[in-house]
C-alpha cells in the first residue's frame, strides 16, 4: 500500500508530520496514515509539474497515445487490488469497485485514441487578405481536487485527457480516500507516465493549499469535481487569476416514470440510478416523479427491491449496499429522511439508520412526498429514495426544472417520442431515456446550472485542457 506522497517521481514523507489518517466506513477503523503535505509540498509539485509538462508537451502525439493506452491495460491488470482498496476506503461493495476501476481505466483508452486527434483548421480570410490557422496546444500545469465517491475514476476522468493534450497535474485527492490515488499514480509511472507529469499531494489544510497551488505562475487551470458548495469557493479563487476552469458539481436528478413505462424496466432503472455504488453518487436519481397512475405499484415494487438488498461490508459476499463514508453522512441523510416522514411522508421501507460499528443506512423508499419537503430540493447522496406523485406533464417538467442543479435526469416511458420531448425540456447535462446509467467515457459528462462548468469525457472532453490559438498567416 503507498502512503507516501509523489511529487517530481519521488515519494516523499511530506512536510506536515501530523499524517492523515484513513478510515474504513465498515467498521470505523484506521486501515493507514497517509503522508500530509503542506502549501509549500503544493509550490514543489507545481515547481515539478512545470518542468515535466515542458518535455511532455514536444513529445509526439503517438508517444503520449501509447503510454496512455500502456496506463489503461496497466490500471486493468490491477484491478482486483485497486477494487480492494476503493471497498477498503469507501465501502463500496466490491462488484461496484470493480465497475469503477473498468470505467477509470477506458478514460485512458480513449484519450490514447483522442491524443492523435486534437484537430485544428485552416481555412480563408473571408476578405482573402490571409489564412487563419486555429491549433490547440495544451494549457500547461492544471491542479485537479477530486471527491471521495470515485476514489480512481475522477482521478483519470481528468488525468487522462490532460495528459493526452500534453498537460501536467498536480492533484489534491479528498482525506477520505487517499489510497486509491495514490496507487493509481504509482501505476501510471509503471506503465510509463514520465516523473514529474502526474503529483498527488494529500492534505489536511484543502484551503491554503488550494491557494499555494493556484498562486503558482505556471498554473494555468483547475478541474475540480465535488460539491457546488465548494466550487463556488474555488471559482472565487480560481478568478484572482483568471485560471480556466472545468467544474463538476453536485446533482439533484429527477427520475420520471409515465403510467405507459414499462414498470419491469423502470424499477430496474430506478435501482441502478439510485443505489449503485451504495448510492453516492453525483447522477443518483434523487426524486422520483411518478404519474398517478402507477406511483403505488411503483413504490411498492421499489420497496421490495430496495428491502431485499444486502446491506453491509462491501468486502461480504452478496452485499449490495456498502456503509455511507462517515458519520456526518449518516446525520445528514437521517435529517432529511425525519424531516420528510414530519412532513406527511410514509416509509415504504426503510427510514432509519442501522446500529454500528460502521455507518450503515437502511436503504429507504419514501412514499406521500411533496415538492415542500427539504427532500425534494437537497441532494440526499445516500439510499433513499422519495416518491412523489404527477398527474401533468407540464406540472412534472416544471418541477424537474425546480433546482439550480441540472447534471443528470431520468425519463421513463413506453412512447419515445415522448420521453425524448420531455428529456428535451429537462435542463440538465445529461438524460437517461428508459436507462438509469448513463456514464460513458466516450460521452459528454457535466452539468448544466449550479451542477458544473465545462464536459468530461467524448471527443470535446480533451479540449477542456487545451488552449486555442489562432494564427494569421500569408504565404
Ligand atoms: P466536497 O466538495 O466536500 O469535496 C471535494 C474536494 O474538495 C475534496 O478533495 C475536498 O477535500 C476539497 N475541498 C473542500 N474544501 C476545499 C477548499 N476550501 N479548497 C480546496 N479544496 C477543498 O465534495 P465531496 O463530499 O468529496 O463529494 C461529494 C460531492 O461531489 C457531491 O455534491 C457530488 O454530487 C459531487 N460530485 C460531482 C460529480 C460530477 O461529476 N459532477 C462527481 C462526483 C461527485
Given at each position: 500500500m503507498q502512503t507516501q506522497m509523489l511529487i517530481g517521481g519521488k515519494w516523499l514523507d511530506g512536510s506536515d508530520s501530523n499524517r492523515i489518517e484513513v478510515f474504513n466506513p465498515a467498521n470505523g477503523e484506521v486501515i493507514a496514515e497517509v503522508a500530509a503535505g503542506t502549501p509549500a509540498d503544493a509550490t514543489a509539485a507545481v515547481d515539478a509539474a512545470d518542468l515535466a509538462q515542458r518535455s511532455w508537451a514536444a513529445t509526439a502525439p503517438r508517444v503520449r497515445s501509447e503510454v496512455l493506452r500502456n496506463c489503461w491495460q496497466t490500471l486493468l491488470d490491477h484491478t482486483d487490488e485497486l477494487a480492494g482498496l476503493i471497498t477498503a476506503e469507501h465501502g463500496k461493495p466490491t462488484a461496484d469497485a470493480k465497475g469503477e476501476i473498468a470505467y477509470a481505466a477506458e478514460f485512458f483508452r480513449w484519450n490514447a485514441e483522442e491524443a492523435v486527434r486534437i484537430d485544428g483548421v485552416i481555412k480563408p480570410a473571408p476578405s482573402g487578405a490571409h489564412k487563419i490557422l486555429i491549433h490547440h496546444p495544451p494549457v500547461g500545469v492544471v491542479v485537479m481536487v477530486t471527491p471521495w465517491n470515485f476514489p480512481a475514476a475522477m482521478i483519470t476522468r481528468k488525468v487522462a485527457p490532460a495528459l493526452a493534450a500534453g498537460n501536467a497535474c498536480i492533484i489534491k485527492p479528498p482525506k477520505e480516500t487517499p489510497l486509491t490515488a495514490l496507487r493509481v499514480a504509482e501505476l501510471l509511472e509503471e506503465a510509463?507516465?514520465?516523473?514529474?507529469l502526474v503529483n498527488v499531494v494529500p492534505t489536511h489544510s484543502s484551503g491554503s493549499w488550494f491557494e499555494a497551488a493556484t498562486e503558482h505562475r505556471a498554473t494555468r487551470m483547475v478541474s475540480f469535481t465535488g460539491s457546488t458548495e465548494v466550487g463556488r469557493i474555488l471559482l472565487k479563487r480560481c478568478a484572482d487569476r483568471v485560471l480556466k476552469t472545468g467544474m463538476e458539481l453536485g446533482g439533484n436528478a429527477p427520475f420520471i416514470v409515465f403510467n405507459d413505462a414499462d414498470m419491469d424496466l423502470a424499477v430496474e432503472g430506478a435501482m441502478t440510478a439510485k443505489m449503485?455504488?451504495?448510492?453516492?453518487?453525483?447522477?443518483?436519481?434523487?426524486r422520483m416523479f411518478v404519474e398517478a397512475g402507477v406511483a403505488d405499484e411503483f413504490t411498492e415494487r421499489l420497496a421490495a427491491a430496495m428491502g431485499a438488498m444486502k446491506v453491509g461490508p462491501g468486502n461480504e459476499e452478496g452485499v449490495t449496499c456498502g456503509p455511507m463514508i462517515n458519520a456526518a453522512a449518516i446525520e445528514s441523510i437521517d435529517g432529511l429522511v425525519q424531516g420528510a416522514l414530519a412532513a406527511g411522508a410514509t416509509a415504504a421501507v426503510g427510514g432509519a439508520r442501522i446500529d454500528g460499528p460502521g455507518f450503515f443506512y437502511a436503504p429507504t423508499v419514501l412514499g406521500d412526498?411533496?415538492?415542500?419537503?427539504p427532500i425534494a430540493k437537497e441532494?440526499?447522496?445516500?439510499?433513499v429514495a422519495p416518491v412523489i406523485k404527477f398527474s401533468d406533464t407540464d406540472t412534472v417538467i416544471d418541477w424537474a426544472n425546480d433546482t439550480e442543479l441540472g447534471l443528470a435526469s431520468y425519463v421513463f416511458s413506453g412512447d419515445v417520442a415522448r420521453a425524448m420531448s420531455v428529456g428535451e425540456r429537462i435542463h440538465a447535462g445529461m438524460v437517461g431515456i428508459n436507462r438509469g446509467a448513463m456514464s460513458d467515457p466516450a460521452a459528454p459528462f457535466g452539468g448544466m446550472k449550479q451542477s458544473g462548468l465545462g464536459r468530461e469525457?467524448?471527443?470535446?472532453?480533451?479540449f477542456e485542457f487545451c488552449e486555442t490559438q489562432y494564427i494569421a498567416a500569408n504565404w
Open positions: 510509463g507516465v514520465p516523473a514529474g449503485r455504488h451504495s448510492a453516492e453518487v453525483c447522477t443518483a436519481a434523487n412526498v411533496t415538492m415542500e419537503s441532494e440526499i447522496f445516500g439510499p469525457g467524448a471527443h470535446e472532453g480533451i
